[in-house]
């Protein structure tokens, strides 16, 4: 089982995948980001700017392949919370309390948020 990604309304460049593995790499930094929260956790550096705020998208929509809609907003929200945390190196940070973080955990959430910047003219995204 993996997660598919595609835009609301189809255009070019509308698709994105991580597989379960990447996935839980990706949520964990969506949740230090403060760009989703919920189900119980909470963030472990808690670094200032990168609070929940009231745009703080609920987790749930990331925890299976339900076919969650994000809207433009939320996944505008999500691009700017993972580049912000990449700017101020918590992603690199949150990665080293994993033993098994591959290198490239800081690559997929930047494809992450490219692909969340990419949706916001398409009415969002699916997660399926």
Known sequence: ???AFT???????DTFSLNNWQMGFVREAMREAGAAAGQ???QVL???????????????KFLSNSNWHVSSEEAGFIASRLRLAASK???SD???FFDDAPDEVEQWIEDFADFNERSGPHDGYRVR
């Not at 700017?49 to 998208?57: D, S």
């Open 1 to 3: 089982m993996g997660y």
């Open 7 to 13: 835009f609301e309304r189809s255009a070019p460049g």
């Open 40 to 42: 119980g956790l909470e």
């Open 46 to 60: 808690r670094t200032p700017g990168l609070e929940p705020t009231g745009q703080t998208v609920d987790m749930e």
């Open 89 to 91: 190196d918590v992603i």
């Open 94 to 96: 949150l990665m080293s």
